[in-house]
């Protein structure tokens, strides 16, 4: 695993700055992408779910204001939305974690590290990682592991990712790195033939 340089300061970089944006930005445009739910896009992240078994699969999209989720499988009863054990950091008054939705800021989840590696990401327990278990979407919706792929099309810009996030961890492994490259490779066809 590769990281960024720390910042001049010392401080590790926990989001890595993304030059790429403004040209991914013009390119989603044009193939009118990440602006809205997909309902096509919303079956392949129900397909993705079922082949990895997790609970929570996305098609997301990254432009310069942040992440969306064009594409969402969750659970009917979101795990993330109920912790019984009371209120906990991230959690709403009521006891409530948030529940999953269709945007991300750029500094939550681990999808900016993909797209600006411009290779998949394994995670199968991130607090394992101290980069990764800082992340927001730890405390706030209880992430503990994530498999990703980057979503690179014919010009060479990486439009977003595919990916899965369980709650608990998971061993992955090659047969799940294997699962989402393929899922990355299968779905960039389909969105150039939007353009």
């Known amino acids: 695993m590769s990281y960024d340089p720390p910042r001049p300061a010392g401080r590790l970089l ?4 993304d030059n790429d944006a403004p040209a991914r930005t013009l390119r989603l445009r044009r193939l009118g992408l990440g602006e809205r739910p997909d309902p096509d896009l919303d079956a392949f992240a129900d397909h993705l ?3 990895t078994s997790a609970p929570y699969a996305m098609v997301n999209f990254l432009d310069e204001q942040g992440q969306f989720f064009a594409g ?3 659970p009917r009863r979101d795990v993330l939305s109920v912790d019984t054990a009371g209120p906990a950091d991230g959690d709403d008054p009521d006891g409530t974690r948030r529940e999953v939705g269709r945007r991300l800021a750029r500094d939550h989840g681990f999808c900016p590290h993909v797209v600006v590696r411009r290779k ?3 995670l199968e327990d991130v ?5 990764f278990a800082g992340n927001p979407v730890v405390d706030e919706f209880g992430i503990r592991s994530y498999l990703g792929a980057p979503l690179i099309d014919s010009t060479q810009t990486v439009l977003g990712t595919v990916c899965v996030v369980d709650v608990e ?3 992955w492994g090659r047969e799940g790195l294997t699962t989402i490259k393929a899922a990355a490779a299968e779905l960039v066809p389909r969105l150039e033939r939007r353009g």
């Not at 926990?14 to 700055?17: I, V, Y």
């Not at 607090?127 to 980069?131: A, E, K, N, T, W």
Request: charged residues 25%; proline residues 19%; contains cysteine.
């Open 14 to 17: 926990l989001t890595p700055e």
């Open 127 to 131: 607090c394992d990682y101290p980069r």
């Open 169 to 171: 961890p998971r061993p």
């Open 120 to 122: 998949a990401l394994v």
């Open 72 to 74: 969402l499988h969750r």
């Open 49 to 51: 779910a079922h082949l």
